[in-house]
């Protein structure tokens, strides 16, 4: 199949490189020129497990530039892929969405399929016919196929993902359904094609439902702490439930990224356009700033000056593994200690340039190139994500290195009795105290 993808963030370059691996022509166009010649230099800029080998040996049916005429023109397929960001009152931002279209609007010279993969607000689909086809010569077959990759496990969501939803207004737009749906070769994987309407809601319905289990388990270490229960043996044992499940059942300082944050509160914003109660989600989005004032009111309770510390952080992505930093929790931490004139002393695999330049290089901020160069002398350290890098430490490694051990975990990586000898805290558990 030949396809354009507009937009070579996380989204369009995963899905662009993947398809060209099963054979696929692709044209990819990003607005930043050095994106693209990286890109055709055959440098990807993402970190993304297997990402980089497929585009060097995929990199024939693919070709990237920067010139939009040239990648709209003559194309049959057009993935939106360019990111949809949240407005201040939490509205979608669909700026950059109609750039593009703008974009389609002055470069096509024929009919045109167009597949959504940004996540838009309910009823884009149909507005976007209605625009690209305001007095234009052009028909476009507009379809809603939403996205649901997580970063660090994007070609793994790609191979096997759990399934496909395309939104469609005509039988001619499911036969384009059919079509994509075969140009990703995935196999016994449920194709649902249905209303574009639905398929616009089922992108948010299931961002929001994990966003609220993570709240709901972060609810419940608010009273495990109260009343002196473990949170981890809880949400253990609730998740050997099959029909609770054990993802997203982790409490910790709440979720961040691109998705969760912004998509929580564009449903808050539908649902209050459509006059429907939105107080569910307004409370998962209160949860989760909570879930950092409490655990930060811990810390202050115990040290009321930070200028004369040394404090360490651990982990400065939204997750593990990632070296994306917007919406982390860690970076909302970051700043809490800042502004009390803290000095940090902070680690992350994968994620120090972001960092690095999201605080401008700030004075008061030291990156280091080892967990150990973190510990070493410091007051205290926080663990701020689950790079799996953490979740290898012993208690010996903070004994032995730190002036005396106290750790701050925001996302309750070790077992209470194996930090035996630290003053530990963690969330929704008792403190281990140093004996
Ligand atoms: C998410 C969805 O998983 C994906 O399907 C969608 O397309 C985009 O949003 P992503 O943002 O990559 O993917 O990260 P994810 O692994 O889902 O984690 C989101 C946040 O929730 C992270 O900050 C993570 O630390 C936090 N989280 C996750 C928890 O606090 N507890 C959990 O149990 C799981």
């Known amino acids: 199949m030949d396809i354009t993808i507009i937009g070579l963030g996380y989204v369009g370059l995963v899905n662009a490189i993947f398809l060209a691996s099963l054979g696929n022509n692709i044209v990819g166009y990003d607005i930043d020129k050095n994106k693209i010649s990286l890109l055709r230099e055959g440098v990807v800029s993402i970190e993304e497990v297997g990402l980089q080998d497929l585009l060097d040996k995929f990199h024939k049916n693919l070709r990237f530039t920067s010139n939009y005429k040239d990648s709209i023109r003559n194309a049959d397929n057009i993935f939106i892929c360019v990111d949809t960001p949240s407005k201040e009152d939490g509205s979608v931002d669909l700026s950059n969405f109609y750039n593009v279209l703008d974009n389609i609007k002055n470069a096509s010279n024929k009919d045109q399929n167009i597949i959504i993969k940004s996540t838009v607000p309910i009823g884009q689909n149909k507005l976007t016919k209605q625009y690209l086809e305001k007095d234009s010569l052009f028909k476009y077959e507009v379809i809603s196929f939403p996205e649901f990759l997580s970063q660090g496990k994007a070609l793994e969501g790609l191979i096997n993902p759990y ?205 280091v190139d080892y967990i150990s160069d973190v510990l070493k002398d410091a007051d205290v350290v926080f663990i701020l994500n689950d790079c799996n890098e953490f979740k290898e430490l012993k208690a010996y490694d903070f004994i032995s290195l730190m002036k005396k051990p106290i750790i701050f975990d925001g996302r309750n990586l070790f077992k209470l009795e194996d930090m035996i000898g630290i003053e530990y805290h963690s969330i929704g558990r008792n403190v281990v105290l140093i004996k």
């Open 163 to 367: 399934r496909m939803i395309f939104g469609v207004s005509s039988s001619n737009g499911a036969n384009v359904a059919k079509r994509i749906s075969q140009a990703y070769l995935t196999k016994k994987v449920p194709v649902m094609i249905t209303s574009s309407e639905n398929a616009e809601l089922i992108k948010y319905a299931s961002n929001c439902f994990l966003a609220t289990k993570i709240s709901y388990i972060n609810n419940i270490s608010q009273l495990c702490k109260a009343c002196g229960a473990d949170i981890n043996k809880v949400s253990k044992a609730m998740s050997l439930d099959p029909r609770i499940g054990s993802e997203f059942l982790n409490a910790g300082i709440g979720f961040g990224g691109s998705c969760f944050p912004k998509d929580t509160k564009a449903l808050i914003n539908i649902e209050q356009r459509y006059g429907v109660d939105n107080s569910l989600l307004k409370s998962v989005m209160k949860i989760n700033d909570d879930q950092i004032s409490i655990f930060m009111n811990e810390f202050f309770s115990k040290f009321k000056r930070l200028s004369n510390l040394k404090i360490g952080i651990l982990g400065v992505a939204f997750k593990g593994d990632c070296e994306d930093v917007r919406n982390s929790q860690a970076t909302v931490i970051m700043r809490m200690l800042l502004d009390k004139n803290a000095k940090l002393t902070v680690y992350d695999p994968l994620a120090m340039d972001n960092c690095e330049n999201l605080f401008s290089r700030h004075q008061h901020i030291k990156y």
